[in-house]
């Protein structure tokens, strides 16, 4: 199968493989869409099986992100990159200098941030070859860590859903369980979760560090293959994609599917499958947007020369939250499933941006 024969390649503008033989560096970045801007999305780094793997990853992590930009109404495309190897151990300076050297040769259609397996200090190292990064700590513009505004989004689209299922407007006596809970969103989220009252089951392989996160939370610890079996009102994938698959779906005890991770839907007709099990699902670019709009504040006081503001990505929260339940309305009012709503939501809006375009 060739690139443009992929059922994830999705009329791609742009696909750039990237190889470093000094620093081992092996990375690919992909550019869905400039439509309604530079293209936007984080870099992770994952030891994939193969490099098949890793293209297949980036290509639905960036049209993700096309359409995450989109539904939170930002002035940005989407874009994502991919370095292959372990985190843990073929992290260096040099590496992600390198990484930096490469999104410096597409020209700034492509800015990068942190995701899973980098850290904001990763990103930095980059900065210093290339300006085409975002998530820094420094300077007047500097956003920093989009992680707790991301667990933000995803606590607050959990307060939308409840509100939608149960009325209420806290989650006093909901059982939340949580994939993913010790990593960077996870323990945020977490946190948030059991302040509200929510009883908190969670899972992740870091066992150390979910440790400390059940201490803080009072939360009951499971394997990870059992997180699928348990009895609660929510779940929230804040892990890797594609955890509701057909050998997990029956296997759900939930109301309700609402957590950080990307790309949660393994096909589109699980999501069909949601909806006509009763189970209400709050698609995962719109839940998890916070963290490029805190990433979004940044590139536009950059490009002004004007500072951070949080107060701009406070009233880009709650527009997302609008937009959450107007996805909720339509998908009740016209019976179909959350996630076929929130698609067609986005691609209007870059399809405007196209036909704005000067031919």
């Known amino acids: 199968m060739t690139l443009f024969d992929s059922p994830s390649f999705a009329g791609h503008e742009g696909v750039h493989a990237f190889y470093d033989a000094k620093t081992g560096l092996k990375a690919i970045v992909a550019v869905h869409s400039t439509a309604r801007g530079p293209a936007v999305g984080g870099c992770r780094m994952w030891n994939y099986a193969s490099s098949e793997e890793a293209l297949t990853d980036v290509l639905r992590l960036s049209r993700g992100m096309s359409y995450k930009n989109a539904v939170a109404d930002l002035e ?3 874009g994502k990159s991919v370095i ?10 040099e590496l992600f200098r390198a990484f930096g050297r490469a999104i410096n040769t597409l020209g700034g259609c492509y800015y990068s941030a942190e995701d899973v397996g980098v850290s904001v200090a990763d990103i930095a190292e980059a900065r210093t070859v290339t300006e085409y990064v975002l998530g820094l700590s420094d300077g007047p513009w500097g956003s920093g860590d989009p992680s707790p505004v991301t667990a933000e989004g995803v606590f607050r689209s959990n307060l939308a859903t409840a509100k ?42 870091a066992e150390q560090a979910l440790r400390e996160v059940a201490e803080r939370t009072n939360a009951e610890i499971v394997a ?7 009895q609660a009102d929510i779940y929230a994938p804040c892990a890797l994609g594609a955890t509701l698959n057909p050998e997990t779906l029956p296997r759900l005890k939930v ?23 009763g189970v209400l699902y709050a698609p995962d670019y719109v839940v998890n947007a916070g963290g490029i709009i805190n990433v979004a504040s940044e590139l536009t006081a950059r490009q002004t020369g004007g500072v951070y503001d949080p107060a701009w990505v406070e009233l880009k929260l709650v527009r997302l939250m609008e937009t959450l339940n107007e996805i909720f309305d339509r998908a009740a009012d016209e019976g179909r499933p959350t996630h076929e709503i929130a698609d067609a939501i986005a691609e209007a809006r870059i399809q405007a941006a196209r036909d704005a375009r000067p031919v």
């Not at 292959?84 to 300076?93: H, M, V, W």
């Open 84 to 93: 292959i190897g372990d985190a843990k151990t073929q992290k260096t300076p």
């Open 164 to 205: 939608r299922i149960w009325g209420q407007d806290d989650l006093n006596g909901l059982t939340v369980s949580v994939q993913g809970a010790a990593g960077h969103v996870g323990a945020y989220l977490c946190g948030k979760l059991h302040a509200a009252g929510a009883r908190l089951i969670i899972t992740d392989i």
């Open 224 to 230: 990870p293959d059992a997180i699928y079996d348990v």
């Open 76 to 78: 940005m495309g989407g």
């Open 255 to 277: 109301k309700a599917v609402c957590g950080a991770a990307n790309n949660q839907l393994a096909t589109p007709d699980i999501g069909e499958r949601l909806a006509a099990s």
